[in-house]
Antibody
Framework: QLQLQESGPGLVKPSETLSLTCNVS??????????WGWIRQAPGKGLEWIAS???????YYNPSLKSRITISVDTSKNQVSLKLRSVTAADTAVYYC???????????????????WGQGALVTVSS | DIQMTQSPSSLSASVGDRVTITCRAS??????LNWYQQKPGKAPNLLIY???SLRSGVPSRFSGSGSGTDFTLTISNLQPEDFVTYYC????????FGQGTKVETK
């Protein structure tokens, strides 16, 4: 059974860098049919997609956050990481990692849906 | 950027009712529309992908339809566990979510 688990500091100071890791178990992230994404949800608010990355390192970003984001993969550890620089209180949110079904030539049923999610990690930006 | 307008933001219903939630995209997204259910304090859970495909294990009272710019999620015979929040998600060009619809008890 695929499981995703986010981890990282729960409190980050304004202007510093938020760093989170998503540990994937139950499947290899080196699979050609899936991207691995980050989504966040501010308290009481809706969902905001942040970025997604393929195991090869090919990534795409939310244009509104692109200048502050680094997303990376470590295939040896089966992990995906997110860094968000210069954080403010507006970046306080639950951060989720999720698997995104990209499909392939032999898997044509994909619509980039987010089919497995981690439980989320609350990150508070405060001094 | 593709904007997703989801409505209503909330609705009141009773057990056994049929409810419909709509999502409109600011431009055509073909069938790249997915629906999620989110329970309080939990991660979203995929219900429908590709506008109308029911994810394995999801009850058949959930159904989706639409293409292009207009989409609907229908829940037939509402059950007590269905009174939570639902989100649409366009995955045609990057990803954008609707604002969410909270289904409340009448």
């Amino acid at each position: 059974q695929l499981q995703l688990q986010e981890s990282g500091p729960g409190l980050v100071k304004p202007s510093e860098t938020l760093s989170l890791t998503c540990n994937v178990s139950g499947d290899s992230i080196r699979t050609k049919s899936y991207y691995w994404g980050w989504i966040r949800q501010a308290p009481g608010k809706g969902l905001e997609w942040i970025a997604s990355i393929f195991y090869s390192g090919s990534a795409y970003y939310n244009p509104s956050l692109k200048s502050r984001i680094t997303i990376s993969v470590d295939t040896s550890k089966n992990q995906v990481s997110l860094k968000l620089r210069s954080v403010t209180a507006a970046d306080t949110a639950v951060y989720y990692c999720a698997r995104q079904h990209a499909g392939s030539t032999s898997d044509t049923s994909a619509y980039y849906e987010l089919d497995y999610w981690g439980q989320g990690a609350l990150v508070t930006v405060s001094s | 950027d593709i904007q997703m307008t989801q409505s209503p933001s909330s609705l009141s219903a009773s057990v056994g009712d049929r409810v419909t939630i709509t999502c409109r995209a600011s431009q055509s997204i073909s069938h790249y529309l997915n629906w999620y259910q989110q329970k309080p304090g939990k991660a979203p859970n995929l219900l429908i992908y590709g506008a109308s495909s029911l994810r394995s294990g999801v009850p058949s009272r959930f159904s989706g339809s639409g293409s292009g710019t207009d989409f609907t999620l229908t829940i037939s015979n509402l059950q007590p566990e269905d009174f939570v929040t639902y989100y649409c998600h366009q995955s045609y060009n990057f990803s954008t979510f609707g604002q969410g619809t909270k289904v409340e008890t009448k």
